[in-house]
């Protein structure tokens, strides 16, 4: 088990929430929730299936029964719900399906990741590498970056999904289905009587990762700020469980912060727009420390900031000869 304890919440209709530790990745920690509504046990998500991820849910498991008394097994489950796509909430399934044979539900959007998994990481990586040429790095920089996503992602194999989620949907008489795509095109929040499963759509104090929707329609800065005011409109949500980080007591405050901090970035860029610059300059100019894996995620946090603006018309082509004159050119933009 990770050095973090299980912490159980109860709702206001008795469901007991059991918050599960995974570490996912060397720097990242995330959580699974097993809820129990008297015989009804669901797993919500299962971690990255990647370093101590899968050995740490089995004994998280094992944990509830020990330390919480609750009689609860592998075969016990009702039910497998992947509140979005990516593989650190995913990436365990494999393991999983060896040990229970509950149905696994997703979105409908991001169902095609989990059956097609080898197709989509390649069209992926493909669409990747076109963003980056079209952002202004070299080859050589597109492939080291390209590589490294790859190794990321790799060792997952595709698998059936039994039932999707739609917005609205009461799923299994327990939980509600609120589709909130921007961070993923299929993630979803759950809620549960007076709690809320945010996933990764509302992270207090862990930024949340946001890519074009040039790369992935149903994503990027629009879709998640519209979603945001979508989960803001909830009513009767005493605490929020996410992901990553802390729960969060007061659901609208947390929202109103991240909305600040997301139009702080915006403000950021257009101003870097002053002068004009390609995504690949903008990225070393805001974020010059970072290398690696985090400079991919930075790349695409630039870009889907660029698009924002320049959907609302907010930005101009510095060099449009120059773009509309070859696929290789690369767009430099400026505040319009
Ligand atoms: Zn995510
Ligand atoms: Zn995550």
């Known amino acids: 088990m990770s050095d973090e304890p299980i912490t159980r919440f109860t709702s206001a209709g008795g469901v007991r929430v059991y918050r599960m530790p995974l570490q996912v990745f060397p720097s990242l920690r995330a959580y699974a929730h097993l809820v129990i509504a008297g015989d009804y046990v669901a797993l919500i998500d299962v971690g990255s299936g990647q370093g101590p991820s ?5 004994a998280n498991f094992t944990a509830l029964s020990a330390e919480w008394g609750e009689r609860v097994s592998w075969s016990d489950l009702d039910r497998i719900i992947i509140t979005h796509a990516h593989i650190d909430h995913h990436g365990g399934l494999n393991m999983v399906r060896q040990l229970t044979s509950a149905p696994i539900a997703i979105h409908e959007l991001d169902r095609r990741v989990l059956i097609h998994y080898e197709e989509r990481l390649a069209m992926s990586r493909f669409k990747l590498s076109v963003f980056l040429r079209h952002a202004g790095l070299s080859e050589e920089h597109r ?3 390209l590589a490294m996503y790859g190794h990321s992602k790799d060792g997952f194999q595709s698998l059936p999904v039994e039932d999707l989620l739609k917005d609205g949907d009461q799923l299994d008489q327990i939980f509600r289905v609120i589709h909130v795509p921007g961070h993923c095109p299929g993630q979803v929040c759950l809620q549960l009587d007076d709690l809320l499963l945010t996933a990764d759509h509302v992270l207090p104090g862990v930024a949340v990762f946001l890519s074009p929707e040039a790369l992935t329609a149903s994503t990027g800065v629009d879709h998640y700020l519209q979603s945001l005011r979508k989960v803001a409109a909830l009513t009767g949500v005493r605490l929020a469980l996410g992901g990553h980080g802390r729960p969060v007591h007061d659901l609208g405050a947390a929202i109103k ?16 727009c002053n002068e004009p610059h390609s995504i690949a300059e903008l990225t070393a100019l805001l974020y010059p420390e970072i290398s690696n894996y985090d400079e991919l995620l930075a790349l695409q946090k630039v870009g889907a900031y660029i698009e924002y603006l320049d959907q609302r018309g907010m930005l101009a082509i510095d060099n ?12 430099r933009y400026r505040a319009a």
């Open 320 to 331: 449009l000869g120059e773009v509309a004159a070859s696929e290789e050119g690369v767009p």
């Open 54 to 58: 899968n050995d740490q849910l089995r």
């Open 143 to 145: 492939n080291r970056l």
């Open 257 to 272: 912060r991240i909305e600040a901090t997301q139009e702080q970035r915006i403000a950021r860029i257009y101003e870097a």
